[in-house]
């Protein structure tokens, strides 16, 4: 496959410099001409060859490999063997970290609810790259999902070109700079630089180095793979010793505080969050909602608790429930930002409860099995 792909883009780009190379009939033209015809034409064929490969590899359904094709690739696999709606937990590493969705899913069954839970989460993740990985998810999943939970923060609101922070020049990084995620970093970057000038023009450099990269492939057939022929690799990544400890102080006062609601929105954020609503109901889902998992920073908690109230009427689970908070002061947290597994059941408890309560679900289709579930859940 490899080989024919490449044997055609070859002819693609002979043929196209052999149709502009040659000066008109009867003309000579100078060499300057010449050498502008030549540069033409090789940048016009390679520049169609590069869209025709993209195209196709889209419409073949080849991405590039990696840790969130896998992701993808495990999730497509439980939507095909499992016939039950299901819902997406979308977000980075903040979800990855909290979002037990095996957990939800007894949880939420117990209760009569249908749906299966999916994490789609990977760390570092921006919201470019979030968004690439669904919608490659979507074209190939069987169906739509019923719902899609969309992980909200400030820290990604606030970093457009967020995908150099993680890993410059990798498989991951390049493969979000298609024109849709190009489009929207560069949208971002023009609400002004919010970490100052010299990060902003650091990503301007970044920004020209890794476009062209994506759009002439570069790399992408080393990386190629059908997506629902990658390996698979769960998403909820549950973690039992911190990467660092949070100190007691720190972390009693962080959860004690509930800020008012942040009082700026990254109008960017809010921008791009209303082009997916609409390309997630172009792919058929029924609802969307919106999540952050809790974290200490009170700051981080305020924004996301703004960004809800900016949008009453969509459901959004922002963190900032005393009581949830007040049951993860203990030696539940990985970091500051990410929960260790038993902090995860914490969550997942009282997350199970918000979404029961919101009705973004719809109504139960069952009779609840609180008997016989109840000690399967405290188990979990």
Known sequence: MLAIKLIFAGLVLVLVAFVLRR????????????????????????????????????????VRDGPYA???????????????????????????????????????????????IITFALEGASLQERDLRLRQF????????????????????RAPAYGFEIAKFSE???????PRGTMWTVRGLLDGPADGLVGYAKNLVFLGLHVPLNWLNVGFFNEAIQLENAQRIASYDP???????????????????????????????????????????????????????????????????AVCENAPQYVCIAPVDPVMLAALDGPVWFDEEHLLAAGASVYNRWLAGKVMASGVLGDPVAQPKLALREAEDEAS
């Open 23 to 62: 000066p008109p009939q009867g003309q000579t033209g100078t060499t300057f001409g010449h050498l502008a015809r030549n540069a033409t034409a090789f940048m016009a064929g390679l520049g169609l060859t590069a869209a025709l490969v993209g195209y196709g590899a889209n419409r073949a359904q080849i």
């Open 70 to 116: 896998q992701i993808a690739a495990n999730a497509l696999q439980t939507v095909k063997d499992d016939p039950a709606p299901y819902v997406l937990f979308v977000g980075a590493s903040y979800s990855r970290n909290a979002i037990d969705d095996q957990a939800l899913t007894r949880r939420l069954q117990a209760r009569g609810y249908d749906q299966r």
């Open 138 to 157: 979507l074209r190939a999943a069987p169906r739509a999902p019923d719902t899609v939970f969309l992980e909200i923060s400030e820290r990604f609101d």
């Open 172 to 178: 991951r990084v390049i493969g979000q700079f298609g």
């Open 239 to 305: 973690q039992t010793s911190p990467r660092r400890e949070v100190k007691r102080d720190d972390r009693a006062l962080g959860l004690a505080t509930n800020l008012p609601p942040s009082a700026h929105i990254y109008p960017w954020g809010e921008a791009f969050r209303t082009d997916q609503r609409a390309m997630l109901a172009r792919a058929g889902v029924r609802r969307i909602a919106y999540y952050f998992p809790p974290v200490i920073d009170a700051h981080e908690r305020a924004y996301v608790q």
